[in-house]
Every structure is written in structure tokens, then in C-alpha cells.
């Protein structure tokens, strides 16, 4: 299973920006997508997660200001962010709750993608 994550970059205060993820390889199911973060000196928290069904889970500092989505044909994750502020300056961890067609069940994580937004 890989994930490939991708939009991070710099952004201003109050700007946008939207990471994806996209899931590929030996997959037969997911069940929940995610993002998670991890800021220098901190633990790595969770910052939303959509299940197939479409219910989601948001950390309370992001909600009302993110989106997550997800596209199940593709198996591919959004996170919408907006309103962005210096504290949600991290590297941003893409994640699935997956089985394989091997039978597999796991979480998975892909590379970290840096949002950095500058104040």
C-alpha cells in the first residue's frame, strides 16, 4: 500500500491550502482516510478523519476551519484548509484504515507533507 500526500507549501495567515492523498497498491477496502500532524516538539495529533460511510471526526483547534473529503473510486483523501493559521504550521501525515487483498488490516501512513504558514 502507498500513500502519496501532496499541496503542502507556505502560506500566509488566513490563507488556504488543500493536501491530498491518494491510496494505491494491493488495496481491497478502506475504511477510514485521515489526516494527521506533528509540529517541531510535539506529538504527532490528529487532525481529521472521514469514515466510508462519510462520518468525520475533527480535532476541536481545525473544525469549523478544515474539510476533509474523500473520493472512493479513487481512493483519495482532501484536506481543505482554510483560515489557516502559525499554529498549524506542521508536517501533515496522511493515513488509511485499509485492508489488502492479501487480508491485511492495518493503518497505513504515507510521507509527511510540510504546511508552514507564516504569520
Known amino acids: 500500500v502507498q500513500l502519496q500526500a501532496s499541496g503542502g507549501g507556505l502560506v500566509q495567515a488566513g490563507g488556504s491550502l488543500r493536501l491530498s492523498c491518494a491510496a494505491s497498491g494491493s488495496i481491497f477496502s478502506i475504511n477510514a482516510m485521515g489526516w494527521y500532524r506533528q509540529a517541531p516538539g510535539k506529538q504527532r495529533e490528529l487532525v481529521a478523519l472521514i469514515r466510508r460511510g462519510g462520518h468525520t471526526n475533527y480535532a476541536d483547534s481545525v473544525r469549523g476551519r478544515f474539510t476533509i473529503s474523500r473520493d472512493n473510486a479513487n481512493n483519495t483523501a482532501y484536506l481543505q484548509m482554510n483560515s489557516l493559521k502559525p499554529n498549524d504550521t506542521a508536517v501533515y501525515y496522511c493515513?488509511?484504515?485499509?485492508?489488502?487483498?492479501?487480508?491485511?488490516?492495518?493503518?497505513?501512513w504515507g510521507q509527511g507533507t510540510l504546511v508552514t504558514v507564516s504569520s
Open positions: 493515513t488509511i484504515d485499509g485492508e489488502t487483498v492479501a487480508a491485511r488490516k492495518g493503518w497505513y
